[in-house]
């Protein structure tokens, strides 16, 4: 508690400073000519905003940029595009790349389609409210959180005991066996990189899907929240004229519903995408990238910050970024043309 | 409605409710979600609630029961419950520190880290919505673009500049660790606030300048009070995702004094990754803040964000 | 107590739409002003420009003689009640009224004196803990009032006041505020689009049409002696009947012939129109109010009843004479396509007629009104107004 308060006490002579140091610049700044005043006034509000976004996003991508085509080992030795070149050749690296790629195609696509699904039936359900706010919860959890819940799930106790599994997935999976057709016995599902067996340098592995299980099951929630107040918003009207015109329910969804929530929907997908692509904590909380199922934000960390490669990890934060510019580009194009349409 | 009315007067009731609960309205409206949709539903609400609360319910096993038993096993022994887990995790050393004094780390991180960059962002978000200036939209524009930019992008030339030795913040990770967040959460708290503090009556802020307010008066005596309610939206907004973040705090933070409990926990995994008693018990220690604040306040939550999934 | 003085006041606003073209106005010490025109006229572009809320893109603005142009709101020391009010949201009705007071410094103890007394004098003492939100629709309007007098300012700022109010309510406040100004004595620019607000309201009327000042003048004047055809339709309900006629000689003086039928005009039109003599063959805007011809009078007009209203005080009677009718517009002067048009005559409510009758209507020729059919300018007045006859289009566009 004592801590609590000392924290809450310094953020309060913080912002009183902070607040003084406004006030004080904004007074001096009073004290100018006209146009000079205006402008300082100007200044003084837009001014701490624009300072941080120019020495903390503006200067450090440019410099990071700059600093993907050098070794980064020695002083700014030249390497051209070298680094990306190993990016998408050498050895298992490309395999980050086809991880990420995966990543955001199947955690989008199942978790808009999850939202999609869960806004339509549970639209008013009796217990929507619980119901959806269940679903939300894993949002409150971190990714952190939910990487050690899953690691939990995925567990597997060892040993010979095969049905003393701790892992409810490995229980459950051992409780099948007389079940299905072969033997099922306890599995280490993170370690698995092979994609029903296949071992393929395209496919993503088995660990990785167990990984996005992860993911869809954080950013269900977000979609769910999202679609679903865009469908109260649709107009009753619309929905009875069709009614009465003779759709069924299903048609009614459709023709009518999907399609006027379907910018709220693009708008969903796009944020999940580009926050799939990001993926670092839930691979740091459970494999730490190991059996490859690396991904290009956590292995930009490992490289930079471990592995002493600073101009390698810089040209995968540039991939990144390239990889994120033309998704937002496409939504904002189709966010325009249906507004227009 | 086959029975005969009583009284007149229930027979005009009756009508009432007739005409008012039967109309298109509830019948028709809508896709009906059926019997099917409602199971479907549930089952997945189910599905999402099992995984968080199998861990909440072995936090509170017996260590020994934890590693040899599932955790649904449980439920037959409520009487070895036990919070030893709790004290087990709150001593143990992470990096040479006691877990407990992460705890404090990230509270110490997120105060400052949610409340300076919403004040600066209002700042602006007040300059470009009530501000005449050149350029003004076109900035506006730029400063929403920056939301493109992976933090990924960012980290190395960052941390490179706070360690200059003149700045002397370069041992102070919580000082690194806060101005990081706010830089980070810029773009779209001015956006979000923009949003909001554009839309207030722009009568009422000519009214002030008519009464002889300045800039900086009407931003503290009118527009703050005025925006609490999309003040506290983006701040749950953005303590959940400070807490919550780990690549920041493991960036910026330095030594293990000043990183987050995140951080802390991913250590665990790192080195105990068995030892489910110390884990489960410091994800639920690391998860209580933000799900208490979430529960409590997802309402305002949820209007953040439905407002920041607007943009582009 | 001061005066207000704009010179080729000009407004361009960002987009090159030139709202206000030109405006020479003067507001006298004290003097209450209204300044009215249809909605989009570039009134509250007008006003905005008084406050300092709108840059001025040309011309000067004179407080006291003084050139405030480039002065703020905060500088120039007026008030101002917005249709929106524009209370502050987050302020008890007491914040609200004290707010400029607070930020002038003024000493607790005045700021307490003078709100109590604003909200005694706009019986809003009950309410003075109560945030916005809480009152209704009168007791905002008051406050947005109550805000703007306690300050004793230079000017009273009011951009369409009563707009937000209920009928019954507006016509109430309106004369409340009538009178607290003439109690106060405080220079006024009142903003409406309700040509009764203005007439009721005003010591003098400003009439603006697409930003250009039409005419200035006192209520009085303006409904009795418009100085062109937009300013005579806009003002009075029902509005003047103008119709195409053409300017004829009589065995009698000089008469305007409408359709087939000609009202004499007269010796008391020879006097009231000078030139007429030399318009002869001319078409002209022959204008009458609805009073003008139900009375008294020694002209005569002939027309087919269509439709009798009941008012209780007047009975109004809509008939058709066989001639075009003639429009002010936004642009200029319209005439109709069609031959014949709709003439309004407002009679004592105890006559008789019946529909789908001939009736004769009495022409008071002293209320008769001449206008140019290109310029919509009046025609050649009595010795005492200021216009005669003129056809140069440029007349108009000064005012
Ligand atoms: N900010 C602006 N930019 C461009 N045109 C404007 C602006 N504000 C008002 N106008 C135009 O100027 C004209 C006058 O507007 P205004 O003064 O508000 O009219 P009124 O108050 O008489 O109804 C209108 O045609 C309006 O469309
Ligand atoms: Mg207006």
Redesign the interface.
């Given at each position: 508690m004592g801590?609590?308060l000392s924290?809450?006490a310094?953020?309060a002579i913080?912002?009183i400073a902070?607040g003084a140091i406004?006030?004080i610049l904004?007074w001096l700044v009073?004290q100018l000519r006209?146009p000079w005043r205006?402008?300082g006034?100007?200044g003084?509000?837009?001014g701490?905003?624009?300072l941080?976004?120019a020495?903390?996003?503006?200067?450090?991508?440019v410099?990071?940029?700059r600093?993907a085509f050098y070794k980064g080992d020695g002083p700014d030795v030249w390497a051209g595009l070298s680094n990306f070149k190993r990016i998408f050749t050498e050895g298992d690296n490309p395999l980050v790349l086809r991880n990420n790629i995966w990543w955001a195609l199947i955690v989008t696509v199942f978790s808009t389609a999850?939202g999609v699904?869960?806004a339509?039936?549970?639209?008013?359900?009796r217990?929507e409210r619980?119901?959806k706010?269940?679903?939300?919860?894993?949002?409150?959890?971190?990714?952190?959180?939910a990487?050690?819940?899953?690691?939990?799930?995925y567990?597997n106790?060892g040993g010979g005991n095969q049905s003393?599994?701790?892992?409810?997935l490995n229980?459950l999976w051992v409780k099948l066996d007389p079940i299905l057709p072969g033997k099922q016995t306890a599995q280490f599902w993170l370690q698995n990189d092979k994609f029903f067996g296949i071992k393929s340098s395209f496919l993503p592995g088995m660990n990785t899907l167990f990984l996005m299980i992860i993911m869809i099951?954080i950013q269900?929630?977000?979609a769910t929240?999202?679609i679903s107040?865009a469908m109260k918003g649709?107009p009753?009207d619309l929905?009875?004229a069709a009614?009465?015109d003779g759709a069924s329910?299903?048609q009614?969804?459709f023709r009518i519903?999907l399609p006027y929530v379907k910018p709220?929907v693009i708008?969903?997908a796009t944020?999940t995408t580009?926050a799939v692509?990001?993926v670092?904590?839930i691979i740091?909380?459970?494999t730490?990238g190991q059996f490859h199922t690396d991904t290009v934000?956590n292995d930009?960390?490992v490289k930079?910050?471990t592995q002493s490669q600073?101009g390698y990890?810089?040209a995968?934060?540039?991939v990144?970024?390239l990889a994120?510019?033309p998704i937002?580009v496409i939504?904002?194009r189709n966010?325009k043309e249906l507004r227009q349409g | 409605m086959s029975t005969v009315p009583i009284h007149a007067e229930d027979a005009a009731v009756g009508a009432v409710t007739f005409t008012d609960q039967t109309p298109?309205?509830t019948k028709?409206?809508?896709?009906?979600?059926?019997r099917v949709?409602?199971i479907?539903?549930?089952i997945?609400?189910?599905l999402?609630?099992?995984?968080?609360f199998?861990?909440l319910v072995?936090s509170f096993r017996p260590e020994k029961a934890?590693?040899?038993?599932?955790?649904?096993n449980a439920f037959g022994h409520l009487g070895d419950m036990t919070t030893k887990n709790y004290s087990q995790v709150l001593s143990t050393k992470v990096g040479g520190i006691p877990f407990s004094q992460y705890f404090?780390n990230s509270?110490?991180i997120t105060?400052?880290a949610v409340?300076?960059p919403i004040?600066?962002?209002a700042?602006?978000a007040?300059?470009?919505s009530w501000?005449?200036?050149k350029g003004r939209d076109w900035?506006f524009v730029v400063?929403v673009g920056?939301m493109?930019?992976?933090?990924?992008?960012?980290?190395?030339?960052?941390l490179k500049?706070f360690n200059l030795s003149w700045l002397h913040i370069g041992d102070n990770g919580f000082v690194k660790i806060w101005?990081?967040h706010?830089?980070?959460a810029?773009?779209l708290t001015?956006f979000l606030l923009k949003n909001f503090i554009g839309a207030l009556p722009r009568e009422v802020m000519e009214a002030a300048r008519v009464d002889g307010a300045?800039?900086?008066t009407i931003?503290a005596k009118l527009v703050l009070p005025l925006s609490v309610p999309a003040l506290a939206s983006i701040g749950i907004f953005q303590f959940?995702w400070v807490?919550?973040d780990?690549?920041v705090g493991?960036?910026f933070g330095g030594n293990a004094q000043n990183q987050p409990i995140?951080k802390a926990?991913?250590d665990v995994?790192?080195s105990r990754?068995n030892d489910?008693q110390l884990?489960?018990a410091g994800?639920f220690i690391?998860?209580i803040v933000?799900?208490v604040?979430?529960?409590s306040l997802?309402r305002y939550f949820?209007r953040g964000?439905?407002a920041g999934?607007?943009?582009? | 107590m001061s005066t207000l003085t704009m010179v080729n006041l000009q407004k361009r606003y960002a987009n090159g739409y030139e709202a206000v073209p030109g405006l020479d106005l003067e507001i006298k010490d004290g003097e209450f002003l209204v300044l009215v025109g249809p909605s989009g006229c570039g009134k509250s572009t007008v006003l905005r420009m008084v406050a300092g809320l709108e840059d001025i893109s040309g011309g000067d603005l004179l407080i006291d003689g003084a050139r405030v142009n480039?002065m703020g709101p905060q500088q120039r020391d007026i008030a101002m009640v917005f249709q929106s009010y524009a209370l502050y949201p987050n302020m008890t009705v007491g914040d609200n009224i004290a707010f400029a007071m607070k930020l002038r410094k003024t000493p607790k103890a005045e700021i307490a004196q003078k709100v109590k007394e604003v909200a005694e004098l706009l019986e809003l003492d009950k309410v003075l803990d109560r945030k916005p939100g809480q009152l209704s629709g009168g007791q905002r309007q008051r406050v947005a009032m109550g805000r703007a007098i306690v300050r004793h300012p230079k000017l009273f700022l009011m951009d369409e006041p009563l707009s937000n109010l209920d009928a019954k309510l507006r016509v109430h406040t309106r004369a409340e505020i009538a009178r607290l100004q003439r109690r106060l004595g405080v220079t006024t620019m009142y903003v409406t689009h309700d040509q009764v607000e203005a007439m009721t309201m005003g010591d003098r009327v400003a009439v603006l049409r697409r930003g250009v000042l039409m005419q200035c003048a006192s209520p009085q004047e303006l409904y009795e002696r418009p100085d062109n055809l937009f300013v005579a339709q806009f003002i009075g309900s029902p509005s003047m009947n103008v119709v195409r006629g053409t300017v004829v000689s009589t065995d009698h003086g000089p008469g305007v012939q409408i359709g087939d039928q000609t009202v004499e005009l007269g010796s008391v039109g020879a006097a009231r129109f000078p030139g007429i003599g030399e318009m002869i063959g001319r078409d002209v805007a022959f204008g009458v109010r609805p009073e003008a011809l139900g009375g008294d009078g020694s002209g005569r007009l002939t027309m087919q009843v269509e439709l009798v209203e009941m008012l209780g005080s007047e009975l109004l009677v809509h008939g058709t004479v066989n001639a075009p009718a003639v429009r002010a517009i936004d642009t200029g002067v319209e005439q109709s396509d069609k031959p014949t048009s709709m003439v309004i005559a407002s009679m004592d409510p105890r006559r008789k007629v019946e529909v789908f009758s001939t009736v004769e209507l009495p022409v008071d020729i002293d209320r008769v009104h001449l206008f140019d059919l290109d310029t919509g300018l009046a025609i050649g007045r009595d010795a005492a107004g200021r216009v005669t006859d003129s056809s140069s289009p440029n007349e108009l566009d000064k005012g």
């Open positions: 801590q609590l924290t809450l310094l953020v913080g912002i902070f406004i006030g904004y009073s006209e205006e402008r006034r100007v003084v509000f837009v701490p905003a624009l941080l976004l020495i903390g996003l503006i200067y450090p991508a410099a990071t940029v600093m999850i699904m869960i339509r039936f549970a639209d008013r359900m217990g619980v119901a706010a269940l679903i939300f919860l894993p949002t409150a959890v971190s990714m952190v959180g990487g050690i819940i899953w690691k939990f799930m567990a106790s003393k599994q701790i892992g409810l229980w099951w269900a929630g977000f929240t999202v107040a649709v009753d929905v009875e009614k009465i329910d299903r009614a969804f519903v709220t708008t969903v944020t580009i692509l990001k670092f904590d740091q909380s459970t730490g934000a930009m960390y930079s910050f600073p990890g810089a995968l934060a540039v990144l970024f994120v510019i937002v939504n904002n966010q | 298109l309205g028709l409206a809508r896709t009906a979600s059926g949709g409602r479907v539903v549930w997945l609400a189910l999402w609630t099992v995984p968080t199998g861990l072995s934890i590693k040899t038993t599932g955790w649904w404090w509270v110490k105060i400052p409340v300076i004040v600066i962002a700042l602006a007040y300059a470009f501000m005449h200036f900035l400063v920056l493109v930019v992976p933090i990924q992008m960012c980290l190395i030339p960052l500049l101005i990081a706010a830089i980070f810029m773009p001015i300045s800039h900086l931003f959940l807490w919550s780990l690549l493991k960036v995140t926990v991913v995994v790192g990754g489910w884990l489960t994800a690391m998860m933000p799900l604040v979430f529960i997802q949820v964000l439905l999934s607007v943009k582009g | 480039d």
